[in-house]
Nanobody, 121 residues
Framework: QVQLVESGGGLVQAGGSLRLSCAASGRTFSSYAMGWFRQAPGKERRFVAVISWSGGRTSYADSVKGRFTISRDNAKNTVYLQMNSLKPEDTAVYYC??????????????WGQGTQVTVSS
């Protein structure tokens, strides 16, 4: 059984920063890619960023490139999402997931419960 627990969400003003964390247990964390997705009310879940098992490869959605940075610490079984220059349109529930290196949420096996990020204007 895999467990993913996100933390670090909250309310922030536009232009501010947040750092999300996702702690994993129950699977060989370092063997899998990790992704971040987000879902705003009434919208489908969308890709934000993904990082390979080694951390040597990353990909981002165009909407967050240059503002968000994904990283991982395999010794701590944790993946991070540093979010800078936040905009109101970044408001969503953010989910981490474990699986293949992919931007499609349908390919991921396990998900966290999500953490709310709200950016006020």
């Amino acid at each position: 059984q895999v467990q993913l627990v996100e933390s670090g969400g909250g309310l922030v003003q536009a232009g501010g920063s947040l750092r999300l964390s996702c702690a994993a247990s129950g699977r060989t964390f370092s063997s899998y890619a990790m992704g971040w997705f987000r879902q705003a009310p009434g919208k489908e879940r969308r890709f934000v960023a993904v990082i390979s098992w080694s951390g040597g490869r990353t990909s981002y959605a165009d909407s967050v490139k240059g503002r968000f940075t994904i990283s991982r610490d395999n010794a701590k079984n944790t993946v991070y999402l540093q979010m800078n220059s936040l905009k109101p349109e970044d408001t969503a529930v953010y989910y981490c997931a474990i699986g293949p290196y992919s931007g499609s949420y349908r390919t991921y096996d396990y998900w966290g419960q999500g953490t709310q990020v709200t950016v006020s204007s």
